[in-house]
């Protein structure tokens, strides 16, 4: 039974219904972050042995962990069919959900109707001929991403798994199963006449999405349960960013369609209304909202309604297929005059631009944008977000919506829609940044260069931040063949930062201490000056590329000399190792002076010693 003693949905679908869920399913659920309290959560549940939970748990690579997830609920559909009723009730607990998004939109997909169309499956042979074309046309890619894992889960097998190539993006079948309905075969539905959405229906508002309980609306309570709270409907209204309509008949959509004409055709009951004294309009709002009869009202407000923004309807209006309404009509001429105030677009032509959201900084990649929510486009120093994901991040907004919320150069992104300086996608779109299988959301999480050198090519990806490295730029070098899980030198030293003696030392402890027993100290502030040198000025001999370099500077020295030094064991102290960074700076300035490459060596000297400072701590 679900809230306030209705039946649960999951009632409504039969064994065969759910299993063949499940079966569609099991990849994508395979591919869960940090998977310990779910398989918890079946083994209290009495849907896998304990044997099994302690061998699944004491895997320790990412791809191990996946396999092991997926031979779990393979296992649970082929020989425990009778409980697939019970395992959907355990996976769709409340404190499951808020742990797992991913759960949470499979229970959207399973109960708003949306897995009908994810069933159509292609035949055998269509499905293997698009995926050789996918992989041709990924053969042409020069920036290629390599991941060790996602290599070895991309080699041939076969067992199945979550890297499985035959599981593509959209499936359809000849014969498709649906949920049970009393409609004659020919005859189309509406979705709140089948009977899971008997007691409730899958509505949104915006962005938001919620179920709305019947039985509640007509009495006037709070009937719209989203994100764990309850609303009425003006309030989820206000929830969904559309509190400028003041009509929550028109702006709260069940399936596109509003709740006015579920209520006109008897499929919803309204509340009752009380009757509000209203002031005399300005005469610009009677021209917004002009004087309609009873009988026009119903003809002009779907009207209106179907102008109401989504994302589709967005991607429509950018190609120049949208038109604006009376009812918009307000909200236009202020954003227009919005743009009207910005005459130097010329801040917003670099690829990437700096974002905020509140307390939130960001930088927004705009070839990775695809929509508010596909496409990882916003990079902090700890993760990738798309901009829905970056705006949820900000703890002081409880209703925040991504267009209004994330500023660029003090301009909300909605006007940067506006401009056209981002485009969103279609919901057709089958690129890689719309695409949802594993291996491209897993390739979103990381950056598309090096983050030391900046270029792109065969890239090593961090499994603990956004970074990612050539092999031969990272300190020290990376090993592509080594197994399992791998983590940078910053991450690492984050880590051990953590647990070590957080008692600081002075700057002459810090030069005396041995570089045997700091060498990770050591590649963290190389690695920090290479990024640094944008240009790469200070990475060569300088003999080589500067003329007359030996007539002023008796003892050049340079980064890749400072690196081959350090992995030849010849600095015994952290002293040394310091003395040949200072070295070079004392050379830049002495050679430059204060021309342009006198004043880079001047940031990079100050860099490096506040990075000293902090990574020994130095009282």
């Given at each position: 039974?679900?809230?306030?003693?209705?039946?649960?949905?999951?009632?409504?679908?039969?064994?065969?219904?759910l299993?063949?869920?499940?079966?569609?399913?099991?990849?994508?659920?395979?591919?869960?972050?940090?998977?310990?309290?779910?398989?918890?959560?079946?083994?209290?549940?009495?849907l896998?042995?304990?044997?099994?939970?302690?061998k699944?748990?004491?895997?320790?690579?990412?791809?191990?962990?996946?396999?092991?997830?997926?031979?779990?609920?393979?296992?649970?559909?082929k020989?425990?069919?009778?409980?697939?009723?019970?395992?959907?009730?355990?996976?769709?607990?409340?404190?499951?959900?808020?742990?797992?998004?991913?759960?949470q939109?499979l229970?959207?997909?399973?109960?708003?109707?949306?897995?009908?169309?994810?069933?159509?499956?292609?035949?055998v042979?269509?499905?293997?001929?698009?995926?050789?074309?996918?992989?041709?046309?990924?053969?042409?890619?020069?920036?290629?991403?390599?991941?060790?894992?996602?290599?070895?889960?991309?080699?041939?097998?076969?067992?199945?798994?979550?890297?499985?190539?035959?599981?593509?993006?959209?499936?359809?079948?000849?014969?498709?199963?649906?949920?049970?309905?009393?409609?004659?075969?020919?005859?189309?539905?509406?979705?709140?006449?089948?009977?899971?959405?008997?007691?409730?229906?899958?509505?949104?508002?915006?962005?938001?999405?919620g179920?709305l309980?019947?039985?509640?609306?007509?009495?006037?309570?709070k009937?719209?349960?989203?994100?764990?709270?309850?609303?009425?409907?003006?309030?989820?209204?206000?929830?969904?960013?559309k509190?400028?309509?003041?009509?929550?008949?028109?702006?709260?959509?069940?399936?596109?369609?509003?709740?006015?004409?579920?209520?006109?055709?008897?499929?919803?009951?309204?509340?009752?209304?009380?009757?509000?004294?209203?002031?005399?309009?300005?005469?610009?709002?009677?021209?917004?909202?002009?004087?309609?009869?009873p009988?026009?009202?119903?003809?002009?407000?779907?009207?209106?309604?179907?102008?109401?923004e989504?994302?589709?309807?967005?991607?429509?209006?950018?190609?120049?297929?949208?038109?604006?309404?009376?009812?918009?009509?307000?909200?236009?001429?202020?954003?227009?005059?919005?743009?009207?105030?910005?005459?130097?677009?010329?801040?917003?032509?670099?690829?990437?631009?700096?974002?905020?959201c509140?307390?939130?900084?960001?930088?927004?990649?705009?070839?990775?944008?695809?929509?508010?929510?596909?496409g990882?486009?916003?990079?902090?120093?700890?993760?990738?977000?798309?901009?829905?994901?970056?705006?949820?991040?900000?703890?002081?907004?409880?209703?925040?919506?991504?267009?209004?919320?994330?500023?660029?150069?003090?301009?909300?992104?909605?006007?940067?829609?506006?401009?056209?300086?981002?485009?969103?996608?279609?919901?057709?779109?089958?690129?890689?940044?719309?695409?949802?299988?594993?291996?491209?959301?897993?390739?979103?999480?990381?950056?598309?260069?090096?983050?030391v050198?900046?270029?792109?090519?065969?890239?090593?990806c961090?499994?603990?931040?956004p970074?990612?490295?050539?092999s031969?730029?990272?300190?020290?070098?990376?090993?592509?063949?080594s197994?399992?899980?791998?983590?940078?030198?910053f991450?690492?030293?984050?880590?051990?930062?953590?647990?070590?003696?957080?008692s600081?030392?002075?700057?002459?402890?810090?030069?005396?201490?041995?570089?045997?027993?700091?060498?990770?100290?050591c590649?963290?502030?190389?690695?920090?000056?290479?990024?640094?040198?944008?240009?790469?000025?200070?990475?060569?001999?300088?003999?080589?590329?500067?003329s007359?370099?030996?007539?002023?500077?008796?003892?050049?020295?340079?980064?890749?000399?400072?690196?081959?030094?350090?992995?030849?064991?010849?600095?015994?102290?952290?002293e040394?190792?310091?003395?040949?960074?200072?070295?070079?700076?004392?050379?830049?300035?002495?050679?430059?002076?204060?021309?342009?490459?006198?004043?880079?060596?001047?940031?990079?000297?100050?860099?490096?010693e506040?990075?000293?400072?902090?990574?020994?701590?130095?009282?």
């Amino acid at each position: 039974m679900g809230v306030s003693g209705q039946m649960d949905p999951l009632d409504f679908l039969t064994n065969e219904e759910l299993l063949l869920f499940l079966r569609r399913k099991k990849t994508e659920i395979s591919c869960i972050e940090q998977p310990h309290a779910f398989l918890t959560q079946l083994r209290d549940h009495d849907l896998m042995t304990e044997k099994v939970f302690e061998k699944v748990k004491g895997m320790r690579t990412r791809e191990q962990k996946q396999k092991g997830v997926y031979n779990v609920l393979d296992r649970l559909e082929k020989e425990m069919p009778q409980c697939v009723h019970q395992f959907w009730r355990c996976v769709f607990k409340h404190h499951i959900l808020q742990l797992y998004p991913t759960l949470q939109l499979l229970r959207n997909s399973l109960l708003d109707g949306t897995f009908e169309f994810y069933e159509n499956c292609l035949d055998v042979e269509t499905q293997t001929e698009k995926g050789e074309g996918k992989e041709e046309k990924g053969k042409k890619k020069k920036n290629t991403r390599k991941r060790t894992k996602d290599d070895r889960s991309g080699e041939d097998s076969d067992d199945p798994g979550p890297s499985s190539a035959s599981t593509p993006t959209r499936k359809k079948t000849a014969k498709k199963p649906s949920f049970s309905t009393p409609v004659k075969k020919g005859e189309k539905a509406e979705m709140w006449l089948w009977p899971i959405y008997k007691t409730q229906l899958p509505v949104n508002c915006g962005d938001k999405e919620g179920t709305l309980y019947r039985d509640k609306l007509p009495k006037g309570e709070k009937c719209i349960l989203s994100q764990g709270h309850w609303f009425t409907p003006s309030a989820f209204e206000k929830f969904g960013g559309k509190e400028r309509c003041k009509n929550w008949k028109v702006s709260i959509r069940c399936r596109n369609t509003p709740l006015k004409k579920l209520i006109e055709e008897n499929h919803l009951q309204c509340p009752p209304m009380e009757r509000r004294k209203r002031k005399c309009a300005p005469k610009s709002m009677k021209v917004l909202f002009p004087v309609i009869s009873p009988e026009s009202s119903s003809t002009d407000s779907e009207t209106s309604t179907s102008d109401e923004e989504s994302d589709a309807e967005d991607f429509e209006e950018q190609r120049g297929r949208g038109g604006g309404t009376e009812f918009r009509g307000r909200v236009e001429d202020e954003e227009e005059e919005e743009e009207e105030e910005m005459t130097d677009l010329s801040v917003f032509q670099a690829p990437s631009l700096p974002v905020t959201c509140v307390s939130l900084t960001g930088t927004l990649y705009k070839d990775r944008f695809a929509s508010g929510s596909r496409g990882k486009c916003i990079r902090t120093e700890e993760s990738w977000f798309t901009p829905e994901e970056f705006v949820k991040q900000e703890p002081t907004l409880t209703d925040g919506h991504w267009r209004k919320d994330i500023l660029c150069h003090g301009k909300t992104l909605n006007f940067l829609l506006k401009k056209e300086i981002l485009r969103i996608h279609s919901l057709l779109c089958e690129c890689v940044k719309c695409s949802d299988q594993p291996e491209d959301l897993m390739a979103q999480k990381n950056d598309d260069v090096c983050y030391v050198c900046h270029s792109v090519g065969d890239l090593v990806c961090c499994d603990e931040c956004p970074r990612a490295f050539h092999s031969y730029c990272h300190l020290p070098a990376v090993d592509e063949d080594s197994p399992g899980e791998w983590i940078c030198t910053f991450c690492v030293l984050r880590t051990s930062q953590q647990w070590r003696d957080s008692s600081s030392m002075t700057e002459q402890e810090a030069f005396n201490a041995p570089v045997s027993q700091y060498r990770l100290h050591c590649h963290y502030l190389l690695l920090c000056v290479y990024k640094e040198d944008t240009q790469r000025v200070f990475v060569e001999d300088p003999r080589q590329t500067v003329s007359r370099y030996s007539q002023f500077i008796s003892q050049p020295m340079w980064l890749d000399r400072i690196k081959l030094k350090l992995e030849s064991d010849e600095y015994q102290t952290v002293e040394a190792f310091v003395s040949d960074f200072q070295l070079i700076f004392s050379n830049c300035s002495r050679f430059n002076r204060d021309n342009e490459f006198g004043q880079m060596g001047a940031r990079l000297k100050e860099m490096f010693e506040k990075e000293f400072q902090k990574i020994f701590t130095i009282q």
